[in-house]
């Protein structure tokens, strides 16, 4: 007589350890992409908040050179390529970026951005991109003087007054 010596799985035994794991995967998957995106949302807020406080501390610097813009500029993050012709792109200012993320940036917010080290010497931003992939594609901080000496800001997903149900600014001035 000849000793069997099976060792290993049946298929059976391995079919249903895939559709366990399958399982699992369809159940927790979801909840991870969830928790992915509530970092990126609270990454695009800190980094727009960090553009805040860094144009803030501009404007009260004595030794800064220059006034705060009576006229609304603005500082856009974009999550895509934008040299394509959008709306929200045809405000003033210069570049502060390449393709693929690029970062609109305008002269004040420049120098003010490069005070506060959120600008390479290279000209790059910092991580100042829209990373969210559903709130929002593109992020704007707008200001402009007070003419009191003080700095006032709007948000938006786009330049130009912010629309109703801008996710963006209700997550900036806490209004959701």
């Known amino acids: 007589m000849k000793k069997s010596n099976d060792k290993g ?20 998957a979801p909840q991870y992409f969830k928790y992915v995106e509530k970092s990126r949302n609270a990454t695009d807020l800190q980094n727009a908040r960090a553009v805040v406080t860094a144009i803030e501390t501009y404007a009260v610097d004595p030794n800064s050179g220059f006034p705060p813009p009576d006229y609304w500029q603005a500082v856009t ?14 405000h003033g200012g210069s570049y502060g970026g390449a393709l693929n993320g690029d970062t609109r940036v305008d002269d004040y917010a420049w120098y003010a951005m490069q005070e506060a080290g959120l600008i390479q010497p290279s000209g790059r931003p910092v991580g100042i991109r829209a990373q969210s992939k559903y709130s929002w594609e593109t992020w704007t901080v707008e200001y402009k003087s007070d003419g ?29």
């Open 9 to 28: 799985f049946s298929l059976i035994e391995l079919i249903i350890v895939v559709a366990i794991m399958a399982a699992l995967i369809m159940i927790i």
């Open 77 to 90: 993050a974009f999550a895509v390529d934008d040299t394509a012709d959008r709306p929200d792109n045809m």
């Open 148 to 176: 009191k000496g003080g700095i006032m800001f709007r948000f938006g997903e786009k330049a130009g007054e912010p629309v109703a149900g801008d996710k963006f600014r209700e997550a900036m001035t806490g209004n959701k």
